[in-house]
């Protein structure tokens, strides 16, 4: 059994030009203690998938079908008040942007000690010196000092420590990082990747890891899905996808890495726009910026196929 296993999962959102598929259809599996990333351009719906697994989806929207088993108990449409006991304590979660997850008016020991005291029911001096300990282990200099600290005194690279510090104070099992790193500069964000990598060895926590950066996937993650227009649409090994990536999209991802552009050549980039998900999508949600489209592609969502070892790709292209 995987710690995570997503099946069908279909995540929508009412609004006034339509029904937004924000995951449509998506199946992810992540196993105790590793890492697995979810990659896709904006909009493609990484945040929905991962907030699904914390139950926190705009409260307008809904999980329309599909599973999401955690540890072996089902997720999807669990009681607000399960939901919430998981959440910070088994399953945490990073968001994109630290200063809208940290409350600006509270000191930051405060909020370290919060879920120590509220989870793990420590005594207030146990949580204080547990709290202290975390924000070592994040590399936060000189705590006794900046645990008084409010929010706005830190820097960026500061507030994603103190939120990951937050985020296994309870001992999680599975951690999510949505884009852990996109508010910060290139150095900053180096570290913090490599900091959570090294927390995820230590602890042996599993790693969901969004992001858009196919550069960061490939040191960091043991497996890779490729998320486009709320769906999946290839999964494989990072070593596999990196090597031999199958779908369109994924090689379109890949050749507009800064590391593959060609010497003296501007960046690749993928033309077009992603579609948008408040109408329905009739064929393949890639086939108007697909350099290899087909007529089927226009009417038919091609069907899954295994390509071995758990390579899996939905494209009409291996289907003819
Ligand atoms: N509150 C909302 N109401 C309606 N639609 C929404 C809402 N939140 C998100 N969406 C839509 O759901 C889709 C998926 O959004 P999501 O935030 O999961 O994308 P993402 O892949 O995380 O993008 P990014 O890389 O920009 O963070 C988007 O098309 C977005 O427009
Ligand atoms: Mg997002």
Redesign the pocket.
């Known amino acids: 059994m995987a710690l995570l296993e997503i099946s069908n999962l279909t995540v929508t ?1 009412p ?1 006034p030009h339509g029904i ?1 598929h ?2 449509n259809s998506a199946d992810l599996c992540l196993d105790y203690g590793q890492t697995v990333a979810l990659v ?10 991962a ?1 699904s697994i914390m139950g926190l989806i ?1 409260a ?2 809904s999980i329309e079908s599909g599973s999401i088993r955690f540890d072996g108990q089902e997720l999807a449409n669990l009681p607000e008040k399960e939901l919430r006991l998981l959440r910070g304590n088994r399953i945490a979660m990073i968001f ?1 942007e630290p200063m809208t997850s940290l409350n600006p008016v509270l000191k930051i020991g405060d909020q370290v000690m919060e879920p120590l005291l509220l989870h793990r029911r420590l005594d207030k001096q146990a949580a204080r010196t547990e709290a202290l300990e975390l924000l070592q282990q994040v590399g936060i200099p000189s705590p006794e000092q900046r645990i008084n600290d409010y929010p706005h005194q830190l820097s960026g690279g500061q507030r994603q420590r103190v939120m990951i510090a937050m985020a296994l104070a309870c001992n999680p099992q599975l951690l999510i990082a ?2 852990p790193t996109t508010a910060l500069d290139v150095t900053i964000q180096a570290q913090i990747l490599e900091l959570i990598d090294q927390l995820r060895r230590d602890k042996g926590l599993a790693l969901l890891l ?1 992001t ?1 950066d196919l550069g960061i996937v490939a040191q960091r993650a043991d497996r890779v899905h490729v ?1 486009y227009a ?1 769906q999946i649409v290839e999964t494989a090994a990072t070593d596999q996808l990196l090597n031999n990536p199958l779908h369109p999209y994924t090689r379109g991802l890949l050749a507009s890495l800064p590391e593959n552009a060609l010497p003296g050549q501007p960046l690749a980039t993928i033309p077009g726009q992603p579609p948008r ?2 109408k329905p999508i009739i064929g393949c949600p890639f086939k108007d910026r697909c350099p290899d489209v087909k007529p089927v592609c226009f009417e038919q969502m091609p069907a899954e196929l295994d390509k071995g070892n758990g390579h899996l790709v939905k494209c009409w292209n291996y289907l003819l």
């Open positions: 959102i609004t937004v924000a995951v896709g351009e904006s909009g493609s719906g990484k945040s929905m998938t907030r705009p307008s929207g994109q949505d884009e969004i858009h998320m709320g998900l408040d």
